[in-house]
């Protein structure tokens, strides 16, 4: 199983609000500024959305957002368009000795 | 533009080693890290490790230790990531990704992804 826990799957209408949550542990996403959130579409490689936790780089629309509290981080994408299906994934830097980048399991998203 | 054109598909035998490449352009190869990230078939995304493309100062999970090795070319701008002792479950896609230092988990751009097919 995944180090960082996500829903599997969630779901809304163009133009409504939704949310992904990412939740670790102190090790993790409570205890870093250092988590990112990855849009992948079928067949293509991920693609940067959200970086330490709130930023978002040039060209991504405004209309992603990100947020953490404690252990838990979430992104948010208002005005759902039909393009923003696809499978996101979060990402932590980790105090684990065996690992530096811990991954949640991805959850998709789908535009009814 | 940042670009990573990595090498194409490769098929291999259990217990062989496969080599994949990541050739960068657009910006100062030697002013960003690399990190490769793979993807089994349906499943999500695994760290495997991080290069320093400065230095070659490298760190990899450890459940790889062993097997894995990273190293990179400066003359070329190429990175490459090297697998051993090619078990079943190493089929993936594997992707490498620019790394900004002090931005550990900020994989800016990425390549299109290497499929490595581990059959006998």
């Known amino acids: 199983q995944s180090a960082l826990t996500q829903p599997a799957s969630v779901s809304g209408s163009p133009g409504q609000s939704i949310t992904i949550s990412c939740t670790g542990t102190?090790?993790?996403?409570?205890?870093?500024?250092?988590v990112s959130w990855y849009q992948q579409h079928p067949g293509k490689a991920p693609k940067l959305m959200i970086y330490d936790v709130s930023n978002r780089p040039s060209g991504v629309s405004n209309r992603f957002s990100g947020s953490k509290s404690g252990n838990t981080a979430s992104l948010t994408i208002s005005g759902l368009q039909a393009e923003d299906e696809a499978d996101y994934y979060c990402s932590s830097y980790t105090s684990s000795s065996t690992l530096h980048v811990v991954f949640g399991g991805g959850t998709k998203l789908t535009v009814l | 533009q940042v670009q990573l054109v990595q090498s194409g598909a490769e098929v291999k035998k259990p217990g062989a080693s496969v080599k994949v490449s990541c050739k960068a352009s657009?910006?100062?190869?030697?002013?960003?890290?690399i990190s490769w990230v793979r993807q089994a078939p349906g499943q999500g995304l695994e760290w495997m490790g991080w290069i320093s493309a400065y230095n070659g100062n490298t760190n990899y999970a450890q459940k790889l230790q062993g097997r894995v090795t990273m190293t990179t070319d400066t003359s070329t701008s190429t990175a490459y990531m090297e697998l051993r002792s090619l078990r079943s479950d190493d089929t993936a896609v594997y992707y490498c990704?620019?790394?900004?230092?002090?931005?550990?988990?900020?994989?800016?751009?990425w390549g299109q992804g290497t499929l490595v097919t581990v059959s006998s």
């Open positions: 990704a620019r790394v900004p230092y002090g931005e550990p988990i900020n994989f800016d751009y």
């Open positions: 657009g910006y100062t190869f030697t002013s960003y890290g």
């Open positions: 102190s090790s993790d996403v409570g205890g870093y500024n250092y």
